[in-house]
């Protein structure tokens, strides 16, 4: 199988440390066997994505060393494709609309016939499932959140004698996940739910866009941070509902601040401009990420 991977970054604010590790090591993983690192530019959002940020991206990557063997990829060029893999959910009846505000999903989850304390998952607070029995229309409302329904995602791919969900990590979750990680229906129900597949202001969703677009790009290792291990279930039930291949995961450990805190976009003090721009090298931030100078596969 050739090896191919992907930095898929949103133009959303400065590429920081974490950002650094996460492209360096698969751009690294890429070259030490031949195969292919390609970027994504994951721009759906399109009131916090900024083109000078995008600019930014490829400046800051090709700055670190890092060449992409195709042209990027932008996700907002990719609405169509994002759109007809709605349209195949919701024709099977796997999507329902959904007009909670956040509010309304924390009053439902917390009120007192729920029991118990509301759960969280991996997109937070688990949804109670208000919107789930309303009658369904006919066409797929385009003006308003679109969520799967988890339990019929479940008995349409047990109809279809799906074999176990599970995916390969060759990396690590948050709790030294690694190997055969089996996915159970019980923990999809309960600890994930129905999640928005289509939000209402961009007509798709993370979930959806990153697992259309990692097929298009035929990408078969993800390498990303451990944050999005919990996730990969979801991406997985997708996967299997639109007839997509899953690829190997490879889940990373993350950067932190001394206090222990993930970065973030918003962490503009650890931002790569700024090391570049008080005169540190590539191999510097390699260092600060704990990472071993450029390796001679990853030189060109
Ligand atoms: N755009 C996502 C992020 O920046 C990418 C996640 C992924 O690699 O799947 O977190």
């Known amino acids: 199988m050739t090896f191919i991977t992907r930095f898929a970054p949103s133009p959303t604010g400065p590429l920081h440390l974490g950002h650094a590790y996460s492209a360096l090591l698969a751009h690294d993983m890429a070259r030490a066997c031949g195969g292919c690192f390609l970027l994504r530019i994951e721009d759906i959002d399109r009131t916090r994505s900024k083109p000078e940020w995008e600019r930014q991206i490829y400046d800051d990557l090709t700055w670190l060393g890092l060449r992409w063997d195709a042209p990027p990829m932008r996700q907002s060029d990719r609405l169509g494709a994002y759109d007809a893999a709605l349209e195949s959910l919701w024709v099977r009846g ?3 609309p959904c007009t909670c505000t956040r509010r309304d999903i924390a009053e439902a989850a ?8 509301p759960v969280s998952g991996p997109d937070g607070v688990v949804y109670p499932g208000t919107c789930r029995n309303r009658p369904r229309p006919t066409k797929r409302p385009t003006d308003t959140a679109l969520r799967l329904d988890m339990a019929a995602a479940l008995n349409s791919l047990e109809s279809e004698q799906n074999p176990p969900l599970c995916f390969t990590e060759t990396g690590s979750g ?3 996940e690694t190997g055969e990680i089996l996915i159970t229906p019980d923990d999809l129900l309960h600890l994930v739910g ?3 597949l289509a939000r209402r202001d961009m007509g798709t969703s993370y979930h959806l866009s990153v697992v259309v677009d990692d097929a298009a790009q035929n990408i078969s290792h993800v390498i990303r941070g451990a944050d999005l291990f919990k996730a990969t279930q979801i991406h997985v039930v997708l996967q299997r509902l639109l007839g997509l291949a899953s690829p190997e995961y490879h889940h990373h450990r993350l950067i932190r601040d001394e206090a222990g805190k993930r970065l973030a976009k918003r962490d503009d003090a650890r931002a790569l401009a700024k090391y570049r721009a008080e005169g540190c090298t590539p191999d510097d931030i390699r260092a600060m ?3 071993e100078p450029t390796p001679a596969s990853s030189l060109q």
Do not use: I, R, T
């Open 174 to 176: 948050p709790q030294g």
């Open 110 to 117: 917390s009120a007192p016939q729920e029991g118990g304390d």
């Open 194 to 196: 129905d999640v928005v």
């Open 289 to 291: 990420v704990g990472m």
């Open 94 to 96: 796997l999507v329902y």
